[in-house]
């Protein structure tokens, strides 16, 4: 009885957790102004094993990333990536908003 | 002679300025280009660039000059280095330079001509925005027998503001004057540009006539 209580208990608690987890990660990004030339973000971006796809707005200047459960991008890492591929970091904000949801959101 | 032989190589080197988009895409993306101007130039182009501050590549050029009689190949390495980048909210600036090192090879009415070594230094500079594009170019050119300056400027506008995963359209009128006495006045074309990102990879696509009739046609690859 008190192993199945303990199992549901981890349970709820990694549900919980993951529940409140990012999905995603938002950044406004200065200089974004061609498909051709920003295409370099992606590329880096899907590196990291915590990406589960990407999002470009050059209208918003904005770039999103999906994460996979779990995992997660430190900041400097994300500003480091997007300075070397050419572009100003102006913020970063994560949010549980799924990454389709951002595109959906970001289209006309 | 000297004329006849700088005509050509003038047209050559005038193929590079024809291509005004950056020189350097992003970090680690490898650049290929194959341009057709008109009936006097083929060329084909690789860079690859380790960072967004520096490409490194190497070219193949062929120019067809006075009904085919006279042929030119240069084979040349050239390295661009970003000097100068300005990251706007809606806008970016940049400014370029670039230097390289050629051989030419002439061949007129079936026999072959001398080798010449070609150096190349310029300057770029441009900024856009979704809906406006600029830039201009100066590069100086240098062979034993020749040397002149290339002075090429682009203007455009979008009629829409691009996606990233959509169609980018582009109406690029150009001018270009060049010193030596080879070509008199301004030589302008007006240019449609399209370009999309893919996932494997961006693709660039330019035609348009020149003032003086010829087709200009361009197509870019970048991975």
Known sequence: MLKILTAALLTLATTLAVAGAPQSITMKVDGLVCAFCAQGIEKKLKEFPATDGVFVNLEHGLVAMGLKAGLDVPDATLTSTLTEAGYTVKGISRSEQLLADIAKAHSP | MLKRLTLPCLAVLLAAPAVSAKPIAFADGTTAMLEYGGDTMQEAQVFYAPSVRYSLGAGQLRLDAEEGAFTRN??????????????????????????????????????????????????????????????????WHHAESFTHRISTVQAGFAPYPHRYDGIATWLIAQGRQTTGGVYDGIEGALLLRLFAARRWGSVWVEAGPTTDGKLQAMTMFNF
């Open chain 2, 74 to 139: 240069i084979s040349y390495v050239r390295t661009n280095v970003l000097l100068k980048r300005w990251n706007l909210p809606r806008a970016q600036g940049n400014v370029f330079a670039f230097s390289g090192l050629g051989r030419a090879q002439s061949r007129q009415s079936g026999s072959d001509g001398g080798i010449d070594t070609v150096g190349q230094v310029g300057v770029q500079a441009d900024y856009e925005t979704l809906r406006i594009y600029t830039s201009g170019k100066v590069e």
